[in-house]
């Protein structure tokens, strides 16, 4: 295994912030999903892994920089030469450290009960059993990787399907949940970092931002719109268009509707977790003809006359 460092391309006085964005962009250029058919690429990613395994755990940083570890996380043995010389140093029979690992006795003798364990545990604590010694620690779940996606409200209602690139290097579809809010976090399992020693990765929490819509306006599943009406159609009444998320469509107003009155358009909101969807409230605002209008003035003229007689 290489020096992580070198692997990641970072000097050895990097943050945590210069290491995790060297880890992206290589793992994003190495990532299988990218090189499917390249056998090099896949092992670059897989040793990319291991150097931010390394790297991005402080502790083990820690250890690596002091020369505790090797560039694969396992303890160095170092300083035994002169704990038995084996049978070409000094002539003594000496311990035999292969057997030792494995419960057995070597030329020293050692018996099955587990010496070599014990002595290992004792030289080396934590480092020995996280290496693979009895009563190791379950490997460390991958992390955890934060993402956002900004949807559409057509998106949101016709629950589409998008394309979404992860921190981890991964490109994933996701499909507009039911019922989804805007500012929800949905989790994505499996789709963070990768653990260590085969560990499960990490999972994606992702974000969902609304889109802003000049159409629109957001209460829970429900929407509001404003919907202009000319001056004859709110005094004759009659059909009128208003716009929903899936086109315009026909609704009757009485005759006289006033300005600020709301008519409910059942379903024409965002969809819900049920299958059911949220209502659209359309707010009436009456408008005047953009020229002037003789008739329409003199009418005017005349009402105010009559009104402040009566």
């Known amino acids: 295994m290489r020096n992580p460092y070198d692997v990641l391309g970072v000097s050895r006085s990097a943050d945590e912030a210069e290491i995790k964005k060297a880890f992206r962009k290589l793992a994003k250029a190495y990532h299988p999903d990218r090189n499917k058919n390249d056998?090099?690429?896949?092992?670059r990613f897989a040793e990319v892994n291991q150097a931010y395994e390394i790297l991005g755990d402080a502790k083990k940083r820690e250890q690596f920089d002091r020369g505790a570890i090797d560039g694969e996380g396992k303890p160095r043995f170092t300083g035994f030469e002169g704990f038995g010389g084996g049978a070409g140093r000094g002539g003594g029979a000496g311990f035999d450290f292969e057997s030792m690992a494995r419960g057995r006795g070597g030329a020293g003798g050692a018996g099955?009960?587990?010496?070599?364990?014990?002595?290992?545990s004792h030289l080396f604590g934590e480092a020995f059993r996280s290496a693979g010694g009895p009563g190791r620690a379950a490997p460390q779940k991958g992390e955890d990787v934060a993402a956002e996606l900004t949807v559409t409200l057509d998106q949101v209602a016709g629950e589409a399907k998008l394309r979404l690139n992860l921190p981890s290097g991964r490109e994933v579809d996701v499909v507009v949940p039911k019922g989804v809010v805007d500012g929800q976090v949905i989790r994505l399992r499996g789709l963070g970092y990768p653990g260590a020693h085969g560990a499960d990765p990490g999972d994606a929490l992702l974000t969902i931002r609304f889109a802003a819509d000049s159409r629109f306006q957001i209460e829970g599943s429900d929407l509001r719109t404003t919907a202009e009406v000319p001056l004859e159609d709110a005094i004759l009444g009659g059909p009128i268009r208003v716009q929903t998320l899936t086109g315009a469509v026909e609704m009757k107003i009485p005759a006289m509707t006033s300005s600020g009155r709301v008519f409910r358009l059942r379903g024409k909101g965002l969809p819900k977790k049920d299958g059911t969807r949220g209502d659209?409230?359309?707010?009436?605002a009456v408008t005047l003809p953009a020229n002037a209008d003789e008739a329409?003035?003199?009418?005017?003229?005349?009402?105010?006359?009559?009104?402040a007689t009566s």
Do not use: N, P, V
Not at 112 to 120: L, M, Q, V
Not at 280 to 284: F, K, R, S, V, W
Not at 296 to 307: H, M
């Open 280 to 284: 659209l409230m359309a707010t009436i």
């Open 296 to 307: 329409l003035t003199e009418f005017a003229r005349k009402r105010r006359a009559a009104t």
């Open 39 to 43: 056998a090099k690429a896949q092992d």
């Open 112 to 120: 099955a009960g587990g010496f070599g364990e014990d002595i290992f």
